[in-house]
T-cell receptor, first 115, second 111 residues
Framework: GNSVTQMEGPVTLSEEAFLTINCTYTATGYPSLFWYVQYPGEGLQLLLKATKADDKGSNKGFEATYRKETTSFHLEKGSVQVSDSAVYFCALSDYGKAAGNKLTFGGGTRVLVKP | SQTIHQWPATLVQPVGSPLSLECTVEGTSNPNLYWYRQAAGRGLQLLFYSVGIGQISSEVPQNLSASRPQDRQFILSSKKLLLSDSGFYLC??????????FGPGTRLTVL
């Protein structure tokens, strides 16, 4: 079956530092890939997505590139802020409405940015 | 634009009591709907999903059940809560793009 593996946290870094969160996946076919962010006490928010190989998703200074050859979708941000402190989830989609469009999630990576 | 609502936002219930959590979506038709549970400090566990009215798929055997009485309404229920049912319950919707969009969640504490 499908699976998503993320680096375990917590990741602690200083403001303006470079952030990378690794994500690798196993899947049959050509899944879509997603990054979600969860702030304390809130639901998940879609951060960015990529639907095919070599696509780059970007939003709010975050970027991730769909790398089929390495089955990876690493999340990066060049200069983090305290407000980026959150839990980040990588996910892939079992495509098709009939199959329920289910997502397979990684375990989440907690990021703490200190001033 | 689409919005998703969940209520209540927080709930404290005694062991053995019933449960009903509600989720509604506005601004879209015939969405897929999902219930997830997130235990403290843990990842997401898919509980149920629905591709249409009255169609429910269960992912994990448990004492919870789900129903979809209307196109944009999804209800999570239990007849008798267990301590292990405590957690953060999230509802989500999707169409055909694959991305799911989550509600604000319900924090359930079973004492």
């Amino acid at each position: 079956g499908n699976s998503v593996t993320q680096m375990e946290g917590p990741v602690t870094l200083s403001e303006e530092a470079f952030l990378t969160i690794n994500c690798t996946y196993t899947a049959t076919g050509y899944p879509s890939l997603f990054w979600y962010v969860q702030y304390p006490g809130e639901g998940l928010q879609l951060l960015l997505k990529a639907t095919k190989a070599d696509d780059k998703g970007s939003n709010k200074g975050f970027e991730a590139t769909y790398r089929k050859e390495t089955t990876s979708f690493h999340l990066e941000k060049g200069s983090v802020q305290v407000s980026d402190s959150a839990v980040y989830f990588c996910a892939l989609s079992d495509y098709g409405k009939a199959a329920g469009n289910k997502l397979t999630f990684g375990g989440g990576t907690r990021v703490l940015v200190k001033p | 634009s689409q919005t998703i609502h969940q209520w209540p936002a927080t709930l404290v219930q005694p062991v053995g009591s019933p449960l009903s959590l509600e989720c509604t979506v506005e601004g879209t038709s015939n969405p897929n709907l999902y219930w997830y549970r997130q235990a403290a400090g843990r990842g997401l566990q898919l509980l149920f999903y629905s591709v249409g009215i009255g169609q429910i798929s269960s992912e994990v055997p448990q004492n919870l059940s789900a129903s979809r009485p209307q196109d944009r309404q999804f209800i999570l229920s239990s007849k008798k809560l267990l301590l292990s049912d405590s957690g953060f319950y999230l509802c989500a919707w999707s169409l055909t793009s694959g991305a799911q969009y989550f509600g604000p969640g319900t924090r359930l504490t079973v004492l």
